[in-house]
């Protein structure tokens, strides 16, 4: 709806029912995939979740996992992916553009 | 004091789940246990992470009714986390005194003829017959997802599903 349809993209969503062993598959099967020439990113929803312990594998492995997603943070990644080269270097621009995202607007409009 | 609880889920500690029943029971240490889990060097990494601060640790059957009985455990307010049914059973078998058993998500396991009895328990003739074990052995289940959900009685959803 915002950045248009997306290639090299992947998402698996999880029944309330799922099994770790079955969602860490789906996730390392899409991560195989989508991967490129520089690399996979994986978003999930929080740390301690039942996504990112099944994405820890990948993790431990080297494949950025970005804990704590959110809509800014993945509009910034979709669009300056094309000018980066490396995951892990786009991973922390992920952090750094989600945290920045988080604001007041009221504060923010008051000049306060 | 030592079990306050016992929570069957195989998704093992995840998300707001785990913190909102640790906060609800006033515990202040989980123990994850199951055989296979707890010689996964990964998740005997990851586990405790995913506790978020409350003190954890990732045991096989054995090792956790030793520390329940042991003298740390007994002074301390634990929740059980047991990977499945029979983990939980064997506990009990084992001598473990859980003041509630509560049975979480069990995910079905493809291949076996199972029925959802609620949206996110899976349940075999198997399962279903270890689950009136522990009863049988004076532990009523109930399936609350959240402490704050309704108390019901596990045994009358294993009925409506036609166990």
Redesign the interface.
């Given at each position: 709806m915002i950045v248009g349809p997306q290639e090299h993209f992947r998402t698996v969503g999880m029944d309330p029912a799922a099994d770790l062993d079955e969602l860490r598959d789906q996730i390392e099967t899409a991560a195989a995939a989508v991967s490129g020439t520089d690399g996979t990113l994986v978003f999930v929803d929080l740390m301690g979740g039942s996504p990112a312990n099944a994405s820890s594998y990948l993790a431990l492995s080297g494949t950025p996992v970005v804990c704590g997603c959110n809509l800014p943070m993945l509009l910034e990644v979709l669009m300056q992916r094309k000018h980066t080269s490396s995951a892990q270097q786009l991973a922390e621009q992920a952090i750094r553009s989600g945290r920045e995202s988080i604001l007041n607007l009221a504060q923010m409009l008051s000049g306060a | 004091m030592a079990v306050i609880h016992m929570r069957i889920d195989?998704?093992?500690?995840?998300?707001q789940v785990?913190a909102s029943w640790v906060n609800a029971l006033g515990a202040n240490r989980i123990i994850v246990t199951n055989d296979k889990v707890a010689h996964d060097p990964?998740q005997k990494m990851?586990?405790p992470?995913?506790?978020?601060g409350v003190p954890t640790l990732v045991l096989s059957i054995a090792d956790t009714l030793a520390y329940a009985a042991s003298e740390q455990g007994q002074k301390e307010r634990i929740l059980v986390i047991a990977k499945l049914p029979q983990d939980a059973l064997s506990l009990i078998e084992g001598g473990l005194k859980p003041a509630e058993v509560n049975v979480g998500?069990?995910?079905?396991?493809?291949g076996t003829r199972f029925k959802?009895v609620t949206?996110?328990?899976?349940v075999t003739a198997e399962d279903a017959a270890i689950y009136r074990a522990i009863a049988g052995k004076g532990y009523p289940l109930t399936s609350k997802m959240m402490p704050g959900d309704r108390q019901n009685d596990f045994l009358d959803l294993l009925k409506k599903g036609g166990f």
């Open positions: - | 195989n998704r093992l500690i995840h998300g785990t990964v990851l586990l992470q995913a506790a978020r998500n069990q995910a079905p396991t493809p959802m949206r996110s328990i899976a």
